[in-house]
């Protein structure tokens, strides 16, 4: 029991903050306009400095795991060829099918995985969660691009070359590439640069985790459909439980095993719905996902942690 407090204690301020942009959003203390300009603020601007900040303290031929990548993105793989093959199997709808693929595979891994991470490992641990998400983020957009392209056999072709260039200049993914060099050679940036990088930083995970509070709408869970409670036991139950009893089984251990976890088990990506309504898709369905994904999180993450820290896992 002391140990589940504890765990809990890790995991709530994450969610609280959630709670806390919800009830902000309740009496209109932020509205829509606050919610679009803070996730561009966070998007474009804060996550790119913690990353690239977080990365060149570190050395990074100590934080590059290459079995860890590897093994993140080939569950990344197995989660969406899961997904794929229930959709067709139990929908007929293309718009839901899509949707659905997508809500039960994509994680908000960059905003709440980064947060749960720092608050259970430690900031340190940042470095190699970062580098990870280097990798799967990329991957998180091309699978959800097809996803949401094939089953609704739109018109408007998949245009590969437009694809890569869109997540190359994805400000992510240019902060790690940037970040890099600095690592390897071990350049340092002191004073002015590195203190605006720290606010900079800072402003990240309160503002997107608000964000995320703000867009929820309890109201919706009681006009849910099945398929949305599906899609979000795929994402916060069984993929995590599969990807990280594997990984336990490969020989994954303590901080590999944690980011491993928190990667498969956070909720379904806010981006998920934003992409269903631009590619026309049933928009509506994934915002059910969202919303039942990141409330059922708070108890399955909760548990998870503790299992893995009761069985000496983490």
């Not at 099918?97 to 595979?105: D, E, K, L, P």
């Not at 709408?217 to 036991?233: C, E, G």
């Not at 089984?249 to 590999?256: A, C, R, S, T, V």
């Not at 919303?291 to 009761?310: A, C, H, N, P």
Request: charged share 10%; with cysteine; hydrophobic share 55%.
């Amino acid at each position: 029991m002391q140990d589940l407090i504890l765990i809990f204690g890790l995991v709530a301020p994450v969610f609280i903050i959630i709670i806390l942009g919800y009830i902000l959003k309740r009496f209109n203390l932020v509205n829509e306009n606050f919610v679009s300009i803070s996730s561009k603020i966070v998007f474009n601007i804060s996550l790119p400095a913690l990353l690239f900040s977080e990365i060149i303290r570190m050395d990074a031929s100590q934080i590059l795991d290459f079995n860890l990548v590897i093994y993140c993105c080939i569950g990344t793989f197995f989660c969406f060829g899961a997904s794929w093959l229930l959709s067709y199997r139990y929908m007929n709808k293309p718009r839901d099918r899509a949707v659905f693929i997508q809500g039960s595979f994509r994680s908000n891994s960059a905003i709440m995985g980064l947060a749960l991470v720092a608050n259970i490992f430690g900031e340190n641990s940042l470095g190699k969660a970062a580098l990870v998400l280097a990798f799967t983020i990329p991957l998180f957009n091309i699978l959800s691009i097809i996803a949401l392209t094939i089953p609704f056999r739109q018109e408007k072709k998949l245009n590969i070359f437009q694809t890569l260039f869109e997540i190359t200049k994805n400000p992510l993914t240019m902060a790690v590439l940037l970040a890099l060099p600095f690592s390897i050679f071990r350049i340092n940036l002191d004073g002015i640069f590195s203190k605006t990088l720290s606010y900079l930083s800072a402003l990240t995970m309160p503002l997107a985790l608000l964000g995320i509070g703000a867009t929820m709408n309890m109201k919706d869970i009681k006009n849910a459909p099945p398929i949305s409670y599906y899609a979000s036991i795929l994402k916060i139950v069984l993929f995590p439980f599969v990807t990280t009893y594997i990984a336990y089984l490969i020989g994954f251990k303590d901080l590999e095993m944690g980011i491993i976890f928190i990667l498969f088990s956070t909720p379904t990506a806010i981006a998920s719905f934003v992409m269903s309504e631009a590619m026309e898709c049933n928009s509506k369905l994934a915002a059910h996902i969202i919303l039942l994904s990141t409330v059922g999180s708070i108890l399955t993450i909760t548990l998870g942690l503790y299992l893995l820290r009761t069985f000496y896992i983490i």
